[in-house]
């Protein structure tokens, strides 16, 4: 009797000095490798227009890595400049993707 006494008061112990180990001391857990600055990403979207036609438009979308959207947008339109010679850009719209989750890894 008083080894399953003594054998259920080190397992008690067990469970209990796990537990607070798996939650951290305070809000040290919280701190600790869940603070990643994640890039901040921008949906530039764009309408393309053949030089010389008023019906011919090639719409066209990216998404990029960027300080804020009006770098965004720069980068979109060198890069549409670059991809569709023949065409300009009549139209862009710049929206803010929303961050993924809170740990991104630069693997």
């Known amino acids: 009797m008083r080894g399953v006494f003594k054998g259920l008061f080190v397992a008690t112990l067990l469970v209990i000095s796990t537990t607070a180990l798996a939650e951290g001391f305070g809000d040290r857990s919280t701190r600790i490798g869940w603070h ?4 901040t990403r921008f949906m530039v979207s764009g309408v393309l227009r053949k030089n010389g ?3 011919v438009i090639k719409p066209i979308q ?3 890595t960027a ?4 770098t965004a947008l720069q980068i979109f339109i060198k890069s549409a400049q670059t991809q569709y010679p023949g065409y300009v850009l009549i139209a862009t719209l710049v929206s803010p993707v929303p961050t993924a989750g809170t740990c991104e890894n630069a693997i």
């Open 53 to 55: 036609s008023t019906d």
């Open 36 to 39: 990643v600055r994640q890039p």
């Open 67 to 70: 300080d804020d959207g009006s």
């Open 62 to 64: 990216s998404i990029l």
